[in-house]
Every structure is written in C-alpha cells, then in structure tokens.
C-alpha cells in the first residue's frame, strides 16, 4: 500500500510523537512498573511505524530504485559473462570467474561505501560496523578495499590447494550479504 505525501508526513509525526511519550513514561516507569508494558507497547508502534515507512513504494522512489536494481543486476551479471570467455590451461591462478567474481566483490563493496555514506547523512544509524569507521568514508573505503584483498588473498591460497570451487563459493559468499544491505541502504527514509 502506498502511502500519499499527507500520510507520510503524518506517520512520521506519528513516531515522533510516540518518543516523546515514551520518554516522559521513562520517569514515571521508575516509580510505577507497570508502566513499562505500555513503554514496550509503544516501541512496537515505532517498528512498525518505521517498517510501513521503509517499505514505501512511493513513486519519487521508484526511479531510485529501479536505478539502484539496474546497478545490482549489472554487477552480478558481470562475473558469469566474464566467465565465458576461453580459459587457458588449469594451472593454480585464479581463473576469469574468480577474477570476474572479484570484480563483482569491488563494485558491490564501492555500492556499500556509497549507500552506508547516503544512509548516514540521511540521518539513518548503522548496525554492524563501529561509529569510527563509518563516519569517515576514507576508512569505510578502507575497510571494503582491505575485504576485497582478503578474499583475494584466501581465494589464491585456496586455487594454490587445488580448492577452485571453494575460492568462488568465498567470494560469492561475501557478494551475497553485502549487496543487499548496500541496495537496502539506498531506500531507508530521511530522519533529520
């Protein structure tokens, strides 16, 4: 269901709303217990407030979005065309689909960068990663590029033990829960 301008507005001051009357029960919730059912009532009103308001598929989004999809499919479609290109010989190099795969891995990681960097000044908290990497994009851009190096490091050990399969299901493994998040970061609301 979408949600108008009108109702978006008002579902934001909804929310706002609710935390300044939890936090005015906060003081009473000490002197009465029974306060904090009604407390824990009202910060379930705020999740779900939050999640109709995150998952709005109001039309000013949609051309993000649609943008957004594109870039994804573009980066996971890479690797597969890549890989059909002719190979030379087995040898213990990486081969074109881990290297295509490595290159999906980067850009995803760039994604992330970018969209945890746009969910911030957005006024969105992350979940994962401490304050003092995510408040200076040159150390977030630090700590993708030093995971990428990671996986490319454990990706050549492996192909070296004759572990091919194992490389590309590590780097896709890491493709996997990373480009979600960065795609989701993109359409958390404002809070300013």
């Known amino acids: ?25 906060r003081e009473r919730a000490k002197r009465q217990p029974s306060t904090v059912r009604e407390i824990h009532d009202m910060e379930r009103q705020i999740k779900e407030r939050q999640v109709k308001l995150m998952f709005d598929p109001r039309k000013e989004l949609r051309a993000e979005r649609f943008k957004a999809v ?21 040898s213990q190099q990486l081969d074109r689909v881990e290297w295509g795969l490595l290159a999906t891995d980067a850009g995803v990681r760039g994604l992330d960068v970018y969209s945890t ?26 700590y993708s590029a030093g995971t990428v190096v990671l996986d490319w490091y454990f990706a050549r050990l492996l ?9 590309h299901v590590l780097t896709s493994v890491d493709i996997g829960t990373t480009a979600p998040w960065a795609v989701h970061n993109l359409y ?3 809070h300013h």
């Open 188 to 190: 958390l609301p404002k």
């Open 159 to 167: 192909t070296r033990h004759h572990h091919r399969t194992w490389a």
């Open 117 to 142: 960097h746009q969910m911030i000044e957005h006024g969105n908290r992350e979940l994962f990663l401490p304050s003092a990497v995510v408040d200076h994009v040159p150390a977030m851009a630090a």
């Open 1 to 25: 269901m979408a949600l108008n301008s009108f109702e978006y507005a008002q579902v934001e001051n909804e929310i706002d709303w609710l935390k300044e009357k939890i936090e005015s029960l």
């Open 70 to 90: 594109k870039i994804a499919l573009i980066l996971l479609l890479v690797a597969p065309l890549y890989a059909q290109l002719p190979e030379a010989p087995k």
